[in-house]
């Protein structure tokens, strides 16, 4: 898609394990270095680990292709088989067709095979990858074809390619055997981040163009602490980031543009997993696998903040000029707004006061009036000279003046407590 914008015949960060493209660190140079031992001395088993994506395979097919000019392979990458399933697997990629003999048959025919060679002088490999997935009855079996053997030497080179699983796979005590027999034992470790910026040119040159485009030195410690060294994930990453340049129409990767792309990408959790190591009480403070990931990781998000802290400060000094241009008038004095405040404040107090003393003194004139009422239900006149009066003439009506009906909230408040 962008090929013809960066000027490449090929896309330069592609996940085939294409050994053209192989970059030959450190790691790699030694363990091809010791897997071309071990196949010119002869040696019985070869063993070669790392983690996933450091380039096992890549780096079996170049060993395949440039190396190995007299010697017959068969190359196993399937390895969830049976034995018998696995024997007739190894014939047929050594070219031996066989016709659904029984597993003595294939043994036999896998001999005859080995020493047919021998005799013209080329010697067999047999290459099992993903042997970590081989069971304990597999291994045994793959052991057994070791002794195919003749007076001088192995008919048979087998090397078994695996993850970090396939050491504690061997480590059983039932193979014990075959572990005796593991004469050449290396390990791929991720690229440092001195090599980074090398294996992306590398990279980059092998695609035809190694000036496609330019990384600064920033970006490039942040690829390595996102990926932590992994040329799987470093391919990813890049061919992500080359997208996002051919979008921009730029031809050069910022630090910022590593932890944009990362971030969209969710790296950290789309590409590895959260690792939980058992820890020895009296180990101590060791420092475990998953606490350097765990690290890792922290530190990547760490160098991102900074790098997002570092972008708003200078945004925040750009404005700062424009800033003191315009800057605001200066807020008047709020002190005569302050003894405003105050006044009504004394002045509403004083009112409150008032209004207390007021109902004071009519709660005070309320109970003078109910004790008079009370006073005058108490006056009772005798029955005799009650009945007098009536016989003789109508008694005096002692007109009582009745207290004028109050006013008001007054009214309501004397009637309503009789």
Known sequence: MYES???????????????SFL????????????????????????????????????????????????VTLSKIFNTKVEAQQLLEMILEDFGVRPSGKDKPSLLRELNDFLISQYAKGRQCVLI???????????????????????????????????????KQLLAAPELLQLRQRIQVSCHIHPLPATEMEGYITHRLESAGNRNA???????????????RGVPRLINILCDYLLLDAFARESHEITVDAVHEVAGDLNFDNQYWNPVVDPVDADSGPAETLGQRHSAGRATAKITSLLKNLNGRLKCIED????????????????????????????SLQARLDEMNRN???????????KERLERHDDVVVPPAEFECQTASAPPET?????????????????????
């Open 5 to 19: 914008f960066f000027n490449l015949e090929h896309k330069p960060f592609e996940l085939v394990p294409n050994p």
């Open 23 to 70: 970059y030959m660190s450190q790691a790699h140079r030694k363990a091809l270095n010791y897997l071309t031992y071990g196949i010119r001395q002869q040696s019985g088993f070869i063993l070669l680990t790392g983690e996933v994506g450091t380039g096992k395979t890549t780096l079996i097919r170049r060993l395949i292709n440039s190396q190995l000019t007299d």
């Open 128 to 166: 099992i990858d993903e042997a970590q997935n081989l069971t304990h009855e597999l291994l045994e079996e793959v052991r057994l074809l070791s002794n195919l053997e003749n007076d001088y030497q192995k008919l048979l080179r087998i090397i078994l390619v695996g993850q970090p699983e396939l």
């Open 213 to 227: 485009v330019s990384f600064s030195s920033e970006a490039y410690d942040a690829i390595s602490q996102y990926t």
């Open 319 to 346: 404005a700062l000029p424009r800033l003191e241009s315009s800057r605001q008038p200066v807020m008047p004095d709020q002190s005569a707004l302050h003894g405003q405040l105050t006044l009504f404040q004394e």
């Open 359 to 369: 109902v004071s003194h009519i709660a005070g004139e309320v109970d003078a009036l």
């Open 398 to 418: 002692t007109e009582v003046k009745a207290e004028p009906p109050a006013k008001g909230w007054m009214k309501r408040l004397i009637f309503g407590a009789l």
